[in-house]
């Protein structure tokens, strides 16, 4: 099922392991493991960047010689690693560093991209200080294309000024790392293949990780876990069960003229042809276009729906010429335990990608800056060593408190407009009305609650209750939708 996906998003199987952790053993006997020094500033010179090896997901043997640390009591900042380099562990990895805090960021792939539509709010520009080059394309027109080929031009409400920033991942992450390394973090292309838990609350965390043929070990204080859907520190800290989705992505060069049209347009595209579950996209790069879907009850038939959206958009991409082809695992959820003792997440890794919209390039990035500044606070206030009840204040419930009925909202959205051919259709044409179009860029654009008009939402409950019921769709989730508020809170994006 999964053979398609490239190496990036697999860990290595244990025949992959055999010829290099033989290496690295012959590497071991005559270097030990690497252990840090408790007196390393943070301010020191950046090692240069490693090349990325394969090696096996067992954990390696035991190394008797790795320092025990604790950062109670000593003279020393306290030290954090941050496991993957996306948005979320960079920003993470920025928010430490520029606190003082000794920050390893730990990337297997530096180098590489993730499948992605690259859709960013407005507000992250500013807020995350984005450099307006790293913008492929200023997107000011949004098409809905419902199964029907019934169209919502998705943009006739946008302000002067306003648009949907498009960029490709690995120009953002490369950004977000590289300042990270300016602030002082060091960072570490390695696989991470285990993370041991302490056995008391002033015991280090020990990381496993290799890197060219090598093993070692890295002794911290405390670790964010911001390493995807099939997150390694999750595991470790039996985060619990969640559901994954998978998105799949083709990147396709067109002819000039097509290309022209595509220069500030977007596309979505709904029906059961190109997702049982989600939607499929055609969005603008700065040279081709990314054309992808994605689903979670339907792995096995990712192929056939990516096949469905290439067929839907038909002509419009007739010619282009496939540069690459990329794959991924997308969480659908929040995971059950995001904290445990002095380990967090964040990112995928903690389940913050949205229904109905799949966006999760905001969320990564702020959920990973929230941690880092939490740590920081935490650790400024004198008592040295984190814990887990203040991560779960300083951290966790207000992340929660800030985000979580979005979550919630958005999954009952997608639950009600998602799961047929009819709701799909119900869901475009509510997509068509001026007012739903700018509630909800107010909502995506600036991530705050969109100021509302009374009599507008009274309209507009109703005109989503009678779309609703002209699809078929009634009963309990038409129920469930309107106890949410759905004439005040309708969004998707």
């Not at 952790?21 to 090692?47: D, N, R, V």
């Not at 993957?84 to 920025?94: D, F, Q, V, Y």
């Not at 960021?105 to 180098?111: A, D, F």
């Amino acid at each position: 099922m999964l053979g398609f996906f490239n190496t990036r998003t697999i860990w290595p199987s244990t025949q992959q392991i055999a010829k290099i952790e033989q290496a690295g053993k012959m590497s071991m006997a005559a270097t030990p493991y690497h252990h840090l020094s408790s007196t390393f500033s943070t301010c020191g010179a950046i090692p240069p960047p490693l090349k990325k090896i394969i090696i096996s997901s067992q954990k390696p043997s035991r190394d008797t010689s790795v320092q025990v640390i604790s950062a109670r009591g000593e003279s020393r900042p306290l030290r954090a690693a941050v496991v993957g380099g996306g948005p979320a562990g960079a920003s993470a990895a920025e928010a430490l560093a520029s606190g003082g805090v000794e920050t390893y960021l730990l990337e297997r792939s530096p180098g590489g991209s993730k499948p992605c539509g690259g859709a960013i709010p407005l507000c992250m520009l500013e807020e995350f200080s984005i450099p307006g080059e790293l913008i492929d394309r200023r997107v000011t027109q949004m098409r809905i294309i419902s199964p029907s080929n019934l169209h919502a031009n998705f943009g006739q409400s946008l302000r002067p000024g306003e648009h949907i920033p498009m960029l490709r991942r690995e120009i953002l992450d490369s950004f977000l790392r590289r300042r990270a390394e300016s602030c002082g973090a060091r960072l570490v292309s390695g696989l991470v293949t285990s993370l041991e838990i302490p056995s008391s609350p002033s015991d280090p965390y020990l990381i496993r990780y290799a890197t060219e043929g090598a093993f070692h070990t890295l002794a911290v204080d405390v670790v964010i876990g911001a390493d995807g859907a099939n997150s390694r520190v999750a595991k470790a800290i039996d985060a619990g069960p969640y559901a994954q989705a998978i998105a799949f992505q083709e990147r396709i060069r067109l002819p000039p003229g097509k290309m022209d049209m595509y220069a500030d347009l977007a596309e979505m595209y709904v029906g059961g042809d190109v997702s049982p579950d989600f939607y499929g996209w055609v969005f603008p790069k700065c040279d081709h276009v990314a054309v992808g879907t994605g689903t979670t009850v339907a792995r096995p038939d990712i192929k056939k729906y990516q096949a469905g959206i290439r067929a839907r958009a038909g002509g419009k991409i007739a010619g282009g010429v496939v540069i690459r082809v990329e794959a991924h695992p997308i969480p659908e959820h929040p995971r059950p335990r995001r904290v445990r003792g002095r380990v967090a997440l964040v990112g995928d890794a903690a389940g913050y990608v949205t229904k109905c919209s799949g966006e999760g390039i905001y969320f990564a990035a702020k959920s990973g800056r929230m941690c880092g500044e939490a740590i920081v606070n935490i650790w400024m206030r004198g008592k040295g060593m984190v814990t887990e009840e203040e991560l779960k204040t300083e951290y966790l419930r207000k992340w929660d408190g800030e985000y979580m009925s979005t979550f919630r909202f958005l999954d009952l959205l997608q639950r009600v407009f998602y799961g047929s051919n009819a709701g799909r259709e119900a869901l475009v044409e509510l997509c068509g009305d001026e007012y739903v179009q700018r509630m909800t860029f107010d909502s995506y654009f600036y991530k705050r609650l969109a100021a509302s008009n009374p009599l507008k939402d009274v309209g507009l409950l109703w005109k989503t209750i009678t779309s609703l019921t002209k699809a078929g769709i009634v009963g309990r989730e038409v129920g469930r939708l309107m106890e949410t508020g759905a004439g005040r809170n309708l969004v998707i994006g």
